[in-house]
């Protein structure tokens, strides 16, 4: 099929009208200078969203979802971020455990879980990296010790999202403690108020507070909490993190795209050495080395989408697009710090900060966790040339 | 439009076959082993290798199938021009199948499409160009007493080896080419040394104008088409040049051995190679996207080849300098390829346009987006599809 087929002109205008009148209606609900990262804001526009049936786009129906065609869910990501609406809080769990459960749940857990992520109802976190296990994920030390109908959990999980808000977490334990690596790994969902659940959370060097230590003492999990099989919960986990795919870099490169038409704007209005800043030639130079960054991630994310659309399996891409646009987004927030010049001097959350309605401080802030989160850079290029160029582990 | 599938993100199956047939070929026509002995200077192993290029019909890609070629379009060619890169073709490929091949086929005067397409279907005509820099419009005058203004004739590739030259020269806002024989009386040549040694260079020296069989001007558009698609093809040759230095250095970190291990397991060669990888599949990419865009006459062309071109020899100058790095001091031997992947990278770069001048263009319309305040920086990705980001 030729990608002409990607257009869907008539879908994409009502989406984005239907956006833009949303969005402006809940920010009215909020004080003017509310960052579009204010996790209230987050929670209440996603919510919004849910609630009026924009949910499990790609899960079946069966389970309540919208099953739509993957073109048009790329479509609704692409027009959620061009509209400028805060990003989703509850991302997990409805990219990456929804999914996991309809392929491995039990009916029970289908019923009793899907319903209230596809309302929002229930937000969810990872339980995932350990203070000794990173990147490292397989050396996980978190006991979960099967008594009668439970499982009981004592340990320590860490950098978990949005922890202090969830409601459930889904985590990695070791439930055969003879074994080491990625055997005896269990997949399994707690209930965030069991007793002997602390929540601590982790100030990052924003300023914000979006990650979290978890504390498990003595935690008690009914064994009908247990995802797949006992012991069988490395390879979920590794399925799970192929479902995230689309839906997380279709929105930020659009993001970035917008940043870098923000960024070039205030290149024009404000002035370096008796110059506007885009007529210094390293910055336009900078510019224009960030614009062809942006480019190439766009048609990289036509390639997934035209590999995907032809059935393919997913190649080595989700590497390399997860390198190239961390690196480019922090490329092109370097860039935005050197043209902000001494405004660089106001914090990340001061509302006088803001420039062309972005907090720039804030982002490149956050840029720093961008090669780190999601795999780093470093186990990215790993992955790349052991299972792409074949060198020797 | 020419042929060629608009849908850059895959290669079709024509376009496999055209490959794989392609890499087969001329792997085994072009020795490396007499490359690095310097038989690029030998007119007769260039005429061997031209007459394999021409019997599988490569010489006509470009040329209507009515005049005896292939009739393929940039995206075609783009993966044979690939390929000539990777094999390091010894031959002026590109400024006979495409340049030359473009602007015969436009039509530019009486006599062109007939006396000229024909002749570089069947390989009878091999073109080397006098004075290609003259399609890029400049407004800089040379410096008085510099090196641009000095009184050394044009560098010219392969003038040993061409039954035809294609001198062009620029007129204000348009171009004018005049076509001569190479056995014209009076033309005489001046070898000198190369600095890719794939690539034989020297001076042209004529009896004069009347000496040309065809001439003709060009437009300031028919100037635009030529010079894009001489990026085009530039761009997919340091694509294939980049790939083979890539494999090279792939191959050599699996086997050598140091501290009784293969060097490849080594971190700090692992990231230097994913880094060439990521870098591949850019300018891989981009290079398709942009002879797509050029099949299809995009209205954004300009900028899908300033892309393409930027990614291109970005990847092709870092990809065989790290070829050198990984081989060691072996590298650095005469007797191993990959200064010849290195030298062939940098010698297209300095004649084609450096990734500096791509991004200056790119750079001049980011700038007129946003003072005018008119237009869209990103216009949608064409010609593929508009829709999708």
């Given at each position: 099929?030729?990608?002409?087929?990607?257009?869907?002109?008539?879908?994409?205008?009502?989406?984005?009208?239907?956006?833009?009148?949303?969005?402006?209606?809940?920010?009215?609900?909020?004080?003017?200078?509310?960052?579009?990262?204010?996790?209230?804001?987050?929670?209440?526009?996603?919510?919004?969203?849910?609630?009026?049936?924009?949910?499990?786009?790609?899960?079946?129906?069966?389970?309540?979802?919208?099953?739509?065609?993957?073109?048009?869910?790329?479509?609704?990501?692409?027009?959620?971020?061009?509209?400028?609406?805060?990003?989703?809080?509850?991302?997990?769990?409805?990219?990456?455990?929804?999914?996991?459960?309809?392929?491995?749940?039990?009916?029970?857990?289908?019923?009793?879980?899907?319903?209230?992520?596809?309302?929002?109802?229930?937000?969810?976190?990872?339980?995932?990296?350990?203070?000794?296990?990173?990147?490292?994920?397989?050396?996980?030390?978190?006991?979960?010790?099967?008594?009668?109908?439970?499982?009981?959990?004592?340990?320590?999980?860490?950098?978990?999202?949005?922890?202090?808000?969830?409601?459930?977490?889904?985590?990695?334990?070791?439930?055969?403690?003879?074994?080491?690596?990625?055997?005896?790994?269990?997949?399994?969902?707690?209930?965030?108020?069991?007793?002997?659940?602390?929540?601590?959370?982790?100030?990052?060097?924003?300023?914000?507070?979006?990650?979290?230590?978890?504390?498990?003492?003595?935690?008690?999990?009914?064994?009908?909490?247990?995802?797949?099989?006992?012991?069988?919960?490395?390879?979920?986990?590794?399925?799970?993190?192929?479902?995230?795919?689309?839906?997380?870099?279709?929105?930020?490169?659009?993001?970035?795209?917008?940043?870098?038409?923000?960024?070039?704007?205030?290149?024009?209005?404000?002035?370096?050495?008796?110059?506007?800043?885009?007529?210094?030639?390293?910055?336009?130079d900078r510019l224009s080395r960030s614009f062809v960054d942006v480019y190439l991630l766009r048609l990289h994310a036509h390639q997934m989408l035209g590999r995907s659309l032809r059935?393919?399996?997913?190649?080595?891409?989700?590497?390399?697009?997860?390198?190239?646009?961390?690196?480019?987004?922090?490329?092109?927030?370097?860039?935005?710090?050197?043209?902000?010049?001494?405004?660089?001097?106001?914090?990340?959350?001061?509302?006088?900060?803001?420039?062309?309605?972005?907090?720039?401080?804030?982002?490149?802030?956050?840029?720093?966790?961008?090669?780190?989160?999601?795999?780093?850079?470093?186990?990215?290029?790993?992955?790349?040339?052991?299972?792409?160029?074949?060198?020797?582990? | 439009?020419?042929?060629?599938?608009?849908?850059?993100?895959?290669?079709?199956?024509?376009?496999?076959?055209?490959?794989?047939?392609?890499?087969?070929?001329?792997?085994?026509?072009?020795?490396?082993?007499?490359?690095?002995?310097?038989?690029?200077?030998?007119?007769?192993?260039?005429?061997?290798?031209?007459?394999?290029?021409?019997?599988?019909?490569?010489?006509?890609?470009?040329?209507?199938?009515?005049?005896?070629?292939?009739?393929?379009?940039?995206?075609?060619?783009?993966?044979?021009?690939?390929?000539?890169?990777?094999?390091?073709?010894?031959?002026?490929?590109?400024?006979?199948?495409?340049?030359?091949?473009?602007?015969?086929?436009?039509?530019?005067?009486?006599?062109?499409?007939?006396?000229?397409?024909?002749?570089?279907?069947?390989?009878?005509?091999?073109?080397?160009?006098?004075?290609?820099?003259?399609?890029?419009?400049?407004?800089?005058?040379?410096?008085?007493?510099?090196?641009?203004?000095?009184?050394?004739?044009?560098?010219?590739?392969?003038?040993?080896?061409?039954?035809?030259?294609?001198?062009?020269?620029?007129?204000?806002?348009?171009?004018?080419?005049?076509?001569?024989?190479?056995?014209?009386?009076?033309?005489?040549?001046?070898?000198?040394?190369?600095?890719?040694?794939?690539?034989?260079?020297?001076?042209?020296?004529?009896?004069?104008?009347?000496?040309?069989?065809?001439?003709?001007?060009?437009?300031?558009?028919?100037?635009?088409?030529?010079?894009?698609?001489?990026?085009?093809?530039?761009?997919?040759?340091?694509?294939?040049?980049?790939?083979?230095?890539?494999?090279?250095?792939?191959?050599?970190?699996?086997?050598?051995?140091?501290?009784?291990?293969?060097?490849?397991?080594?971190?700090?060669?692992?990231?230097?190679?994913?880094?060439?990888?990521?870098?591949?599949?850019?300018?891989?990419?981009?290079?398709?996207?942009?002879?797509?865009?050029?099949?299809?006459?995009?209205?954004?062309?300009?900028?899908?080849?300033?892309?393409?071109?930027?990614?291109?020899?970005?990847?092709?100058?870092?990809?065989?300098?790290?070829?050198?790095?990984?081989?060691?001091?072996?590298?650095?031997?005469?007797?191993?390829?990959?200064?010849?992947?290195?030298?062939?990278?940098?010698?297209?770069?300095?004649?084609?346009?450096?990734?500096?001048?791509?991004?200056?263009?790119?750079?001049?319309?980011?700038?007129?987006?946003?003072?005018?305040?008119?237009?869209?920086?990103?216009?949608?990705?064409?010609?593929?599809?508009?829709?999708?980001?």
């Amino acid at each position: 099929m030729t990608l002409a087929a990607f257009n869907d002109d008539v879908f994409r205008s009502e989406i984005r009208a239907w956006l833009a009148t949303e969005l402006t209606a809940i920010l009215a609900e909020f004080p003017a200078v509310t960052p579009i990262h204010d996790l209230g804001l987050r929670r209440r526009f996603e919510d919004h969203l849910c609630q009026s049936g924009w949910s499990g786009l790609s899960w079946p129906a069966t389970f309540g979802g919208r099953e739509l065609p993957l073109l048009r869910q790329a479509i609704f990501y692409e027009e959620h971020a061009r509209c400028g609406a805060p990003l989703p809080l509850n991302a997990i769990a409805h990219g990456i455990l929804g999914p996991t459960l309809i392929s491995y749940g039990t009916a029970e857990q289908q019923r009793r879980f899907l319903p209230k992520i596809l309302s929002n109802e229930e937000i969810w976190c990872q339980g995932y990296s350990e203070p000794a296990a990173g990147s490292d994920l397989a050396g996980l030390q978190i006991r979960a010790s099967r008594e009668g109908d439970h499982y009981r959990i004592v340990g320590q999980k860490t950098w978990s999202s949005f922890a202090h808000l969830a409601d459930w977490c889904f985590l990695l334990a070791r439930t055969e403690p003879t074994t080491t690596r990625h055997r005896g790994i269990s997949f399994l969902l707690v209930d965030m108020k069991s007793a002997g659940i602390t929540v601590r959370p982790i100030r990052q060097m924003t300023g914000e507070a979006d990650f979290n230590e978890i504390f498990f003492d003595d935690v008690l999990v009914p064994v009908a909490n247990l995802v797949g099989g006992e012991n069988e919960g490395w390879p979920i986990a590794m399925a799970a993190a192929a479902f995230e795919r689309g839906s997380y870099f279709v929105p930020r490169l659009v993001r970035m795209q917008m940043e870098l038409g923000e960024l070039a704007k205030l290149a024009g209005e404000t002035s370096r050495l008796g110059h506007a800043s885009i007529d210094d030639p390293a910055f336009r130079d900078r510019l224009s080395r960030s614009f062809v960054d942006v480019y190439l991630l766009r048609l990289h994310a036509h390639q997934m989408l035209g590999r995907s659309l032809r059935g393919e399996a997913p190649g080595p891409e989700s590497s390399y697009i997860k390198l190239a646009w961390s690196e480019s987004h922090q490329r092109l927030l370097d860039l935005a710090m050197d043209i902000v010049g001494s405004d660089v001097a106001l914090g990340p959350q001061e509302p006088a900060a803001a420039r062309n309605g972005r907090w720039w401080q804030r982002d490149y802030l956050w840029s720093r966790a961008e090669t780190v989160l999601a795999g780093t850079s470093e186990i990215h290029r790993n992955i790349i040339a052991e299972r792409v160029l074949g060198l020797p582990r | 439009m020419k042929g060629g599938s608009m849908d850059f993100t895959t290669l079709s199956d024509e376009q496999d076959m055209l490959r794989d047939t392609a890499r087969r070929a001329l792997a085994e026509a072009v020795d490396k082993n007499a490359l690095r002995a310097g038989a690029a200077a030998d007119p007769a192993f260039v005429a061997r290798t031209w007459s394999l290029a021409a019997t599988m019909g490569w010489t006509g890609m470009l040329v209507p199938l009515a005049a005896g070629g292939l009739g393929l379009g940039f995206a075609d060619a783009a993966v044979l021009c690939t390929e000539f890169g990777r094999a390091l073709f010894p031959g002026p490929f590109a400024a006979t199948a495409i340049l030359t091949a473009t602007l015969a086929g436009m039509q530019v005067a009486p006599g062109w499409r007939d006396g000229v397409l024909p002749a570089i279907a069947t390989g009878r005509m091999r073109v080397a160009t006098i004075g290609i820099e003259q399609l890029v419009e400049t407004t800089a005058t040379p410096q008085p007493g510099s090196r641009d203004s000095a009184e050394r004739p044009d560098i010219v590739e392969y003038p040993h080896s061409a039954t035809h030259f294609l001198s062009i020269a620029r007129d204000g806002s348009t171009c004018r080419a005049l076509l001569f024989p190479a056995d014209a009386a009076g033309v005489s040549l001046t070898m000198w040394q190369p600095f890719d040694v794939t690539c034989p260079v020297g001076a042209v020296e004529f009896p004069g104008l009347d000496a040309a069989i065809l001439r003709c001007d060009i437009s300031q558009a028919q100037t635009a088409e030529l010079l894009a698609a001489s990026r085009i093809a530039a761009a997919a040759e340091l694509v294939g040049v980049a790939d083979a230095a890539l494999d090279k250095a792939v191959a050599y970190s699996r086997e050598r051995q140091q501290f009784g291990v293969p060097i490849g397991s080594f971190q700090a060669i692992k990231h230097r190679l994913a880094d060439g990888f990521v870098l591949l599949e850019n300018a891989r990419t981009a290079t398709r996207h942009a002879a797509a865009a050029q099949d299809a006459r995009a209205d954004d062309r300009s900028i899908a080849i300033d892309v393409a071109r930027s990614c291109a020899v970005e990847a092709a100058l870092r990809i065989t300098a790290d070829c050198i790095q990984v081989h060691g001091a072996l590298g650095f031997s005469w007797e191993h390829d990959a200064h010849l992947y290195l030298k062939r990278a940098r010698r297209i770069v300095g004649t084609l346009g450096d990734a500096h001048s791509a991004r200056r263009s790119i750079g001049d319309l980011l700038a007129q987006v946003v003072q005018s305040g008119a237009g869209t920086l990103f216009p949608p990705i064409g010609p593929v599809q508009p829709a999708i980001i």
